[in-house]
């Protein structure tokens, strides 16, 4: 049975009334089109200070959990060094002192300056939005991560003994949050991040589909993209800042 | 590419054991009849169909597992006696002990799993 007609048996309990099918559905097997754009937007007034779940569930999805320090390194090296896909920040407006707590990430620009800085064309940005490093090619020359304006690219320095099969990782190239392309080429329809987020701070989906949540969402209520004077039209788009 | 496969299948191939020792063991493959392509072909060519497999999956998000490295380790990763996956590149097991035998030296498992493990491929 093809994807979609899994799809609609699943689907269609009443008129307008959808289930989402996640996980066990088949693997993609059409390229990915330019239909879709995901995107991601961020409600950081929601955001709670001093939880971090959001970036554990990421730790955990993609591997991070499995990396231990490498033998000689510092307590300081390592927590400087280790990739982080997603991280907590804080900012301060230095006029009126309110401080915002949010998760940054790679902001999956629709100009990435990562792709534009590339030597080897490793760096792109796939037909539906995502930005990602094919491994085969990198180089590790981390040119991309001195471009990007958001820091949020990792290098990997050293060996890797353990990996996820979903995401595979090594010493010398470069990574960044994939919006975790393996769950969406299996048919699923969220991130990690947003799956453990409890304060329902974070709204994932096709920025190019009207009828999407954070299509929705992003209609009704104002919102910013971060350093918008580089016109790079991010995926990820922050409320409440 | 059909025609290689033809003269591979009706030359010296013809009559002997679709596989050797290397898929015995206790991994799937050893109780499969076939790989996603006859043995002889697979021998000769399976790293063109990996290669094809991981540019369609890095840039276009293919995942059908046929011809993935993931689907390869699944399918060929053996158990050890308390049921843990040994991992491919461990001497004389499925990936290593040809490629230390004919002397190829790939890099696949610095960065990808050498074992099947949870999270899809």
Known sequence: MSVAGKAAAAAAIAPGVFLHTMGNAAPRAEAVTDDVRYGMLIDTSKCADGCSDCVSACDQENGMDL??????????????QKPRWIRTVKVQDN?????????MLCQHCEHPPCVDVCPTGASFRRADGLVLVDRHTCIGCRYCM????????SFIHENVQLQRTAVPRGKGCVESCTFCVHRLDHGGSTTACQDACTHDAIVFGDLKDPDSRISKALAEHSSTQLRADLKLNTGVRYRGI | MMLGMLLLSTGGWAGQAQYGEAVEGSSKASELDACVAPTPFMRRNHFELILHQRDITVHQGIRKTDNSLAGCIDCHANKDAHGKFVPVTEENQFCAGCHEYTGVTLDCFSCHSSTPNKGGN
Do not use: N
Not at chain 1, 67 to 80: F, H, M, N, T, V
Not at chain 1, 146 to 153: E, G, Q
């Open chain 1, 146 to 153: 001195m471009a990007c304006p958001y820091k949020a690219r």
């Open chain 1, 95 to 103: 006029l009126t002192g309110k401080v915002t707590s949010l998760p």
């Open chain 1, 67 to 80: 990396l231990i320090k490498p033998q000689g390194a510092s307590d300081e090296d390592w927590a400087r």
